[in-house]
T-cell receptor
Framework: DVKVTQSSRYLVKRTGEKVFLECVQD?????MFWYRQDPGLGLRLIYF???????EKGDIPEGYSVPREKKERFSLILESASTNQTSMYLC???????????FGPGTRLTVL | QKEVEQNSGPLSVPEGAIASLNCTYS??????FFWYRQYSGKSPELIMF????GDKEDGRFTAQLNKASQYVSLLIRDSQPSDSATYLC????????????FGSGTRLSIRP
């Protein structure tokens, strides 16, 4: 079974803080994704990575950076957190880009 | 027009009945179609995928794809209270299956 883990289930941060979210998958998948999910807006793609050190912007990349130094690990960094970044953050991985995505448990981030 | 559209619901269905969930998409070239289930506070998990026109059955679930009319549906037979969740439709959009777009989901409630 594919396993995708995320570093935290819940985080509370203050405006202006730097926030690190980490995602690890154990299935040697090439593709990894970061989404945020907000009520009424569904899943919105922030960034995806199709290989180590390769990434593409999604629909809402502003305010986020996504280092991928190793194949199994995809991080999401909020350089200076703002209250409008309060959300559920979901990481996913897939073997091919248009293939089944396997999701981690999510991180609920609150920015005060 | 959104790329992937679903009725947000809630859709209320009596226990034991058939629940029918619908999804329309805008890209006529889409090839891959997925249905995910998401329980409240949890991450999405794949129920089914379908690539070819027609029906695909898996237990109580049937996915139906009609590429000419650009819709995909999910039928749940003998609905159970445990089926109460949000169902997300996902479709590949763009040439070369470049990315997956998720609908905003339909909330399904099975009433005993």
């Amino acid at each position: 079974d594919v396993k995708v883990t995320q570093s935290s289930r819940y985080l509370v941060k203050r405006t202006g803080e730097k926030v690190f979210l980490e995602c690890v998958q154990d299935m040697d998948h090439e593709n990894m994704f970061w989404y945020r999910q907000d009520p009424g807006l569904g899943l919105r793609l922030i960034y995806f990575s199709y290989d180590v050190k390769m990434k593409e912007k999604g629909d809402i990349p502003e305010g986020y950076s996504v280092p991928r130094e190793k194949k199994e690990r995809f991080s999401l960094i909020l350089e200076s957190a703002s209250t409008n970044q309060t959300s559920m953050y979901l990481c996913a991985s897939s073997l091919r880009v248009a293939d089944t995505q396997y999701f981690g448990p999510g991180t609920r981030l609150t920015v005060l | 027009q959104k790329e992937v559209e679903q009725n947000s619901g809630p859709l209320s269905v009596p226990e034991g009945a058939i629940a029918s969930l619908n999804c329309t998409y805008s890209d006529r070239g889409s090839q891959s179609f997925f249905w995910y289930r998401q329980y409240s506070g949890k991450s999405p998990e794949l129920i089914m995928f379908i690539y070819s026109n027609g029906d695909k059955e898996d237990g109580r679930f049937t996915a139906q794809l009609n590429k000419a009319s650009q819709y995909v549906s999910l039928l749940i037979r003998d609905s159970q209270p445990s089926d109460s969740a949000t169902y997300l439709c996902a479709v590949n959009i763009g040439s070369s299956a470049s990315k997956i777009i998720f609908g905003s989901g339909t909330r399904l409630s099975i009433r005993p």
